[in-house]
DNA sequence: GTTAATGCAAACGGTTTGCAGGGGT
DNA sequence: ACCCCTGCAAACCGTTTGCATTAAC
């Protein structure tokens, strides 16, 4: 029964962690805000606004795309998630708030993290000092996967 | 006269080049096409189609903007300029096709070049060959330019 | 009970497209 | 003369917004 007990307050550990950011935020824990959390949090990829209403479909029939717009902006300003308005196409959202960089295959659109730290910790070149002051840096590389390097012939 | 001709020639120079990439391409060289080609040629910034076409108001008043977008699209594919779909927002065209990064004003939105050749030969990091093969790579700086650092406090 | 969040639908802004007429070759 | 390119208008797609209803607090 403990052990039932524990793994009660396992599976709600997401429910308590955004209850907690939602007090700290003055917003209310709603079900859709719940379920896109999770949503968020299992992604492996860099879902769009659009593939987390789809994932959606089953668990929340009813949701309307423009709540998870909503929605999803508003983690971003809480800092929940990372809005990504990467090269073209459409806005990407990413839970993963580690300092990291993005790969992208130029064939399959597929998007990679990727981590640099020694990069992220180095200096910038000489002459940045007379253009501003940086806060950050992000770098996109773009090339083919394993995969479409493996398939294809371009 | 020998004088005024050689200036004729130097001034249509542009016409000259755009003519041959166009022969060569087998498309038409165009009024549209020549004034849109010298108005990227003459920016000193990374204007969006519609810049551009605010631009032309005086020169041709008649232009219409979808033309813009056909010819900047036109001469991306060329290899004449570089579309540039960076952080959001709308697409922005870069005639300028040396390998360079780009700074961003989180505040003025100003968007300015940074070369970094020491970057651009170095090499990337180790697991990088487990992801795919690297084409190309661009930089995303973000920070407060000289003059919002002047003026603002934030 | 009060207030904020949702769902719906319609607006929005940047970009693209179908079409007929006009200009370059 | 031929056909591509242009201008016009309307479609397009991702995203945002106004509004009445619903649900969280």
Request: net charge positive; charged share 30%.
């Amino acid at each position: 029964m403990a052990k039932e007990m524990d793994m009660s307050i396992t599976s709600d550990g997401q429910f308590d962690h955004l209850k907690r950011i939602c007090n700290e935020a003055g917003i209310k824990l709603t079900h859709q805000r719940l379920e896109i959390f999770k949503e968020m949090v299992a992604a492996k990829d860099h879902p769009s606004a659009e593939a987390i209403h789809r994932r959606l479909q089953k668990k929340l029939p009813t949701i309307a795309l423009d709540t998870v717009y909503r929605t999803l902006t508003t983690f971003d300003e809480l800092g929940i998630l990372r809005k990504l308005r990467l090269t073209g196409e459409r806005t990407l959202f990413d839970a993963n708030l580690d300092r990291h960089h993005h790969f992208f295959c130029t064939r399959c659109k597929k998007i990679e993290d990727v981590y640099w730290p020694e990069f992220d910790n180095s200096s910038l070149p000489e002459g940045i000092g007379s253009i501003g002051k940086i806060r950050a840096r992000h770098l996109e590389l773009h090339g083919l996967c394993k995969k479409c390097l493996a398939e294809g012939n371009e």
